[in-house]
């Protein structure tokens, strides 16, 4: 990973541990600024971050339902959050990976970025 993927409030892990994102400091010996589960801020290098794998257990966890579309290319698995704005919604592909319009999403932070990007404030529980 690398400082410029990540946005503050995203949700990361080191050793096993969550923990979310709370500054950003590249160009410091200390990069990020993480707070942990109990609301502790923590000084961290980025080498030490690994991303968290988005997964069924997180979407279900989060309120995303899934709905099973047939196409031409077979059956497509959407996983749809609705809002008050309308509905976001990603598609698993064969891999396991997921997908938002034309970009893949893998990671949970990516998931939280696309949502923001669509204007849907929505904490995700890990």
């Keep these: 990973m690398i400082c410029q993927e990540l946005m503050i409030g995203d949700y990361i892990q080191s050793h096993k541990q969550i923990y979310r994102v709370a500054g950003i400091k590249p160009l410091s010996d200390i990069e990020l600024v993480v707070m942990d589960t109990n609301g502790k801020l923590l ?12 997964s069924l257990e997180i979407l279900n966890q989060n309120g995303f339902e899934l709905q099973r579309d047939k196409s031409g290319l077979g059956t497509l698995d959407t996983y749809w959050l609705g809002s ?37 404030n929505k904490d995700i529980e890990i």
Excluded: T, W
Aim: hydrophobic letters at 45%; glycine letters at 8%.
């Design 43 to 54: 000084d961290m290098f980025i080498d030490d971050v690994e991303p968290i794998s988005v």
């Design 84 to 120: 008050e704005l309308g509905a976001f919604r990603i598609h698993r592909l064969n891999n396991g990976d997921y997908q938002f319009g034309l970009a893949k999403i893998k990671f949970v932070h990516q998931l939280q970025q696309a949502l923001r990007l669509c204007g849907i």
